[in-house]
């Protein structure tokens, strides 16, 4: 069965710093990848996804994702993040249906 | 730009009661989906639709029933609202059935039953 993990539930960077949330997969086939934001008080938005292709992908607000297969990872990061960046992140894999990672709060400080 | 919207950002019930969570798309989309949002658990799918009057259960549809007597129109009922259904709300929708299609987002209705 598909399934994904966020092994940090919560971190904390400063402004300016640059970022990366980890995302881990299990799945047999080639599998589709997205990560979403959801600010607070938001639903989500797809920041990105993952087909195929060239495995360095990019989304908006300035987030690249780059897709690993050899460690089942599909890492999202930024160079230097801003204070609206304050979100929670979803990895998310399908496969049959799209399955959620449990996500990663972000906080940034000052 | 799309946009969904779900009946009230925030609700109180009680236990025993009937609630109704609605949620409205404006893009024709085909897919719907109602999801529940618990920390630590991430979103979890309790039903989705492909089509006006056609329900398929997600992962967690115990304690819940769903109706989409229109299109643009999916709601979401309680039965009977218990506490351990106190939680976050997520409506999203698709435009085709095709799984890996982008879902969009409401901004969810947080649900306290007492």
């Known amino acids: 069965a598909q399934s994904v993990t966020q092994p940090d539930i919560h971190i904390t960077v400063s402004e300016g710093a640059s970022l990366e949330l980890r995302c881990n997969y299990s799945y047999g086939a080639t599998p589709y990848l997205f990560w979403y934001v959801q600010s607070p008080g938001q639903g989500l938005q797809l920041l990105l996804k993952y087909f195929s292709g060239d495995t360095l992908v990019q989304g908006i607000k300035g987030f690249e994702a780059e897709f690993k297969r050899s460690q089942s990872s599909f890492n999202l990061r930024k160079p230097s993040v801003h204070w609206s960046d304050a979100a929670e992140y979803f990895c998310a894999v399908v496969a049959e249906k799209l399955t959620f990672g449990t996500g990663t709060r972000l906080t940034i400080i000052p | 730009d799309v946009k969904v919207t779900q009946s009230s950002r925030y609700l109180v019930k009680r236990t025993g009661e009937k609630v109704f969570l609605e949620c409205v798309q404006d893009?024709?989309?085909?897919?719907m989906f109602w999801y529940r949002q618990d920390p630590g658990l991430g979103l979890r799918l309790i039903y989705f639709s492909y089509d006006v009057k056609m329900k398929e259960k997600g992962d967690i549809p115990e304690g819940y029933s769903v109706s989409r007597e229109k299109k643009e129109r999916f709601s979401l009922i309680l039965e009977s609202a218990s506490t351990n259904q106190t939680s976050m709300y997520l409506c999203a929708s698709s435009l085709s059935p095709a799984v890996t299609d982008t879902q969009y987002f409401g901004p969810g209705t947080r649900l306290t039953v007492l």
């Open positions: 893009m024709d989309h085909e897919n």
